[in-house]
Nanobody, 113 residues
């Protein structure tokens, strides 16, 4: 059973930065991604990274967020800069699998002054 544990969320002022981490219990060689869900909204893809480190970003975060991976540590990161109030959400780590994929428990990010 794959386990994903997110950390790094918190309260930050607009314009600030946070780095989220997702530690996996096994290999992260497959596609990994960060999703987020704001209150009353559907869960949406924020960023994804392939095994070859190809990346994809939602238009709303391009130029501000960076996804990366450290295969030796089985950890995926999401560096978030220039945060805005609309980035407030629970952020979830996702690991792709041919059998359906795995989700972490989520970490809260709140952007507020």
């Amino acid at each position: 059973q794959v386990q994903l544990v997110e950390s790094g969320g918190g309260l930050v002022q607009p314009g600030g930065s946070l780095r989220l981490s997702c530690a996996a219990s096994g290999s992260i060689s497959s596609i990994m991604a960060w999703y987020r869900q704001a209150p009353g909204k559907q869960r949406e893809l924020v960023a994804s990274i392939t095994g070859g480190s190809g990346t994809n970003y939602a238009d709303s975060v391009k130029g501000r967020f960076t996804i990366s991976r450290d295969n030796a540590k089985n950890t995926v990161y999401l560096q978030m800069n220039s945060l805005k109030p609309e980035d407030t959400a629970v952020y979830y780590c996702y690991k792709h699998s041919s059998s359906g994929g795995y989700w972490g428990q989520g970490t809260q990010v709140t952007v507020s002054s």
